[in-house]
C-alpha cells in the first residue's frame, strides 16, 4: 500500500462552519463566517458590469489558446492603474509590472516563490494575527515566518508594537502589510501610522508585501489605495498582491496580479523574467477569464462608471451595516462597548467576543461566525440586526 501512513487533516475551520450552518434548520440564521460579500437576500452578485463584460466576450472569442506567462498584457496595464493611480510615474517609467495570477491567493504564493528563489535568506513578517493562509503560504515556501503585534488581547490595535518589532527585523526582510480593510480584524493603519512605518521600513531597508486584496471595500476605490501609492512613490522596490474577487466579484474565476516595482526599467525585466519562470512551475499560464472580464470592464469608460458605482453601493452596504450593528446594540448599553465595530473597514470585525461567547451565539441563536470572535458583517442583512443585537447582548450578560 502506497497510502497506507498517510493521515487525515483537519479541513479548513471556516469550510467546517459553512457545513454547520448549511445544515442548521433555523430559518433566523446568520451566515458571517465565510468571506465573501452578500447582499440583503444573502446572496453572492455577480456585477452587472461582470455580465455585460462575459456578453461581450462570448460574442467577440474566438479562440481560448494560452495566454503568455505574465497573462494578458491589456489586465496587467489596467490593473496597475487602477492599483497605483493613472498618473502614477511607475508607469510612464515602465518600472511597474504585473502577472497575472490565479487569484490573490496566487499572487500571494508567487510572491513567496519569488522571495524563496530570488531573495534566499530573506525572512517575512506577518501581522499578528492575520489571514490564516499567510501563514502556510509563506512557510511552504521554506521563508522564515515571524511576527509583529498587530491587534492584542485588548482587541485594540497596537501601532507601537508593531513599530518596535519591525525596527528590530533584520535589514532586508520582507514584511507583508494589509493595504486596507485588515483581515482578520477590519483594524487599518491611520495615514499617520502608515508613515510610521515607512520611515522603519526605510531604515531597516525591508521589502514591504502589500496585500491588496479588498480595494473599494474600506474607504472607496482611490482612498484604498493612498499607502500603496504612498509606498510606491517612497520606496525604489516594492511587491503588491492584487485581488479582483471581492471588488469584481470574482472569487471563482481566479482573477488577481503580483505588481513588481523597480528602481528602473531595466531592472524590472529581470524580475519578470524570473517571475515568468516560477508561474510556469507554478500553473503554466494563468486563468484568462476573470482577466479578460476585468480588462473589458477597466478599458471602457462606461462599464468603469457601472462598476466602480457598484463597488460603492458594497462598500456602502457593508459601512451601513456597521453602524447600524452598533446603533442596535445600543437599547442593550452595548455600544460602547461596541463601538469599534462602526470603525473598522472592510468585511471583517474582529468583534472581541470569546470563543465561548462565539460557541454560544452559535449554539443558541444560530449565529455563525469564527472562533477567534471574527464576524463578516457582510454577511448580516439589514432588517434583521435588531436579532442580531440581541443575541449578542444575551451572551454578553
Ligand atoms: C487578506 C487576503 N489576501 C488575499 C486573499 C486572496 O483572495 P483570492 O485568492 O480569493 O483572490 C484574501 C481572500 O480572502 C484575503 O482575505
Known amino acids: 500500500m502506497h497510502f497506507g501512513a498517510i493521515g487525515r487533516v483537519p479541513g479548513d475551520p471556516i469550510l467546517g462552519l459553512m457545513e454547520a450552518y448549511a445544515k442548521d434548520s433555523n430559518p433566523q440564521k446568520f451566515d458571517l463566517g465565510v468571506g465573501v460579500f452578500k447582499d440583503e437576500q444573502g446572496l453572492t452578485p455577480i456585477p452587472a458590469a461582470v455580465k455585460h463584460a462575459e456578453q461581450r466576450l462570448l460574442d467577440r472569442q474566438t479562440s481560448k489558446s494560452y495566454v503568455g506567462g505574465h497573462g494578458d498584457a491589456d489586465f496587467g496595464r489596467l490593473i496597475s492603474e487602477l492599483v497605483l493611480g493613472n498618473g502614477s510615474p511607475l508607469l510612464a517609467d515602465k518600472r511597474v509590472g504585473a502577472t497575472q495570477t490565479p487569484g490573490g491567493t496566487g499572487a500571494l504564493r508567487l510572491a513567496a516563490e519569488f522571495i524563496a528563489h530570488c531573495l534566499p535568506g530573506r525572512g517575512i513578517w506577518l501581522s499578528d494575527p492575520t489571514w490564516p493562509i499567510h501563514e502556510t503560504i509563506f512557510a511552504t ?48 493603519l491611520s495615514q499617520n501610522d502608515w508613515r510610521a512605518v515607512l520611515e522603519v521600513v526605510r531604515r531597516r531597508q525591508l521589502l514591504p508585501l502589500i496585500d491588496f486584496a479588498y480595494q473599494g471595500f474600506g474607504d472607496g476605490l482611490e482612498e484604498d489605495a493612498w499607502a500603496v501609492r504612498l509606498f510606491a512613490s517612497e520606496l525604489p522596490e516594492l511587491l503588491i498582491t492584487s485581488s479582483c474577487s471581492k471588488n469584481f466579484g470574482l472569487y471563482r474565476d481566479r482573477t488577481g496580479a503580483l505588481l513588481v516595482c523597480t528602481h528602473d526599467a ?52 457593508i459601512a451601513e451595516l456597521r453602524v447600524g450593528l452598533v446603533e442596535a446594540l445600543a437599547p442593550h448599553g452595548l455600544s460602547e462597548r461596541f463601538a469599534h465595530i462602526a470603525a473598522q473597514r472592510g468585511m471583517f470585525s474582529y468583534t472581541g467576543l470569546s470563543p465561548e461567547q462565539v460557541r454560544q451565539l452559535r449554539e443558541r441563536h444560530s449565529v455563525y461566525m469564527v472562533g477567534t470572535g471574527r464576524a463578516n458583517i457582510a454577511g448580516a442583512d439589514a432588517a434583521r440586526l435588531g436579532a442580531l443585537a440581541a443575541a449578542i447582548a444575551d451572551v454578553c450578560r
Not at 154 to 175: F, I, W, Y
Not at 278 to 293: E, F, I, K, Q
Request: hydrophobic share 45%; charged share 20%.
Open 141 to 188: 515556501a521554506g521563508l522564515k515566518v515571524s511576527h509583529y503585534p498587530y491587534v492584542g488581547t485588548d482587541n485594540r490595535l497596537n501601532v507601537a508594537g508593531m513599530l518596535e518589532a519591525l525596527e528590530a527585523a533584520p535589514v532586508g526582510d520582507v514584511v507583508l502589510l494589509h493595504a486596507c480593510c485588515h483581515n482578520p480584524t477590519g483594524f487599518d
Open 266 to 317: 531595466e531592472k524590472l525585466l529581470d524580475v519578470r523574467s524570473q517571475l515568468a519562470l516560477l508561474a510556469r512551475n507554478l500553473w503554466s499560464t494563468p486563468p484568462d477569464h476573470g482577466a479578460a472580464v476585468v480588462a473589458e470592464i477597466l478599458g471602457d469608460a462606461m462599464l468603469k462608471k457601472l462598476w466602480s458605482e457598484e463597488v460603492e453601493a458594497m462598500r456602502q452596504r
